[in-house]
């Protein structure tokens, strides 16, 4: 048996087409939305990240405030730049590409964005909304792995979830999204202190794996048929992306996002939602 392929790629292509209808019809009403990004230091994957973000605003018509600090700008300097982004009305949602550089408080520059504004969906308000089952935007990668998952029919009601790892972008969120009414998975959280990571594994109809570990999914870890996720992103000596999941499980999997081209442009796609729903929430 081969795994299906869960298309990060074509999913993303159509969501964009359906956003550049809408940026469209938002643009009649007088409204453009924009998407700032805060870029601090100089390390390649960052720089190619925020670089896609702009590529894909181009796409769907939406403006692009890019606003880059080298490595050594201090705290004051990052948080004057948000500063900026908060009080101008041309941008409309924005990011502060993480991580900043050592020394810096990521939260306290996190806390000073305007939450209304916030494109990630990262800020604690935001987070918080998301606990209190309040309206919210939805952190881009655990949502883009629900979106990924729907547009495929891979059936996430009742289903066994486990989540490997528990980073603020995507462990943290992803079994908040998960338990809502709307989506009633049952979620186990895994992480560097789970005795045996293997057990839960196999028990889980849907595996998002998160936690950053070069092929910590291995195929006799998977229940057949199961959809893996494969969201981590570690590199090789040469540079090329490695995941969380090992290749084989693509033999025992029913479903599995490949990496690159699975998540990370569902991510992307997700972000371009964000900015568009708080304009079009902003005419009404
Ligand atoms: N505030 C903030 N928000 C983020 O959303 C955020 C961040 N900080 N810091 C870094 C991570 C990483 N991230 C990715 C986005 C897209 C791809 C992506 O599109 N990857 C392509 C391949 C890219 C390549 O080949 O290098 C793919 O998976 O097909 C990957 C990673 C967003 N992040």
Known sequence: MTAQILDGKATAAAIKSDLTVRVAALKEKGVTPG????LV???????????????????V???????????????EEIEAVVRELNAD???TGYIVQLPLPRGIDENRVLELMDPDKDADGLHPMNLGRL???????????????????RAHGVEIKGAEVVVVGRGVTIGRPMPLLLTRRSENATVTQCHTGTRDLSAHLRRADIIVAAAGSAHLVRPEDVKPGAAVLDVGVSRSAEGKIVGDVHPGVAEVAGWISPNPGGVGPMTRAQLLVNVVEAAERSVG
């Open 41 to 59: 230091g100089d390390d390649p994957g960052s720089q190619k990240y925020v670089a896609g973000k702009h590529r894909d605003c181009a796409q």
């Open 131 to 149: 606990v209190l089952n309040e309206p919210a935007p939805l952190p881009c990668t655990p949502n883009g792995v629900l979106t990924l998952l």
């Open 35 to 38: 998407l700032g990004t805060i």
């Open 89 to 91: 009305p041309a941008c």
């Open 61 to 75: 018509g939406i403006a692009s405030i890019q606003r880059e600090l080298p490595a050594t700008a201090t705290q």
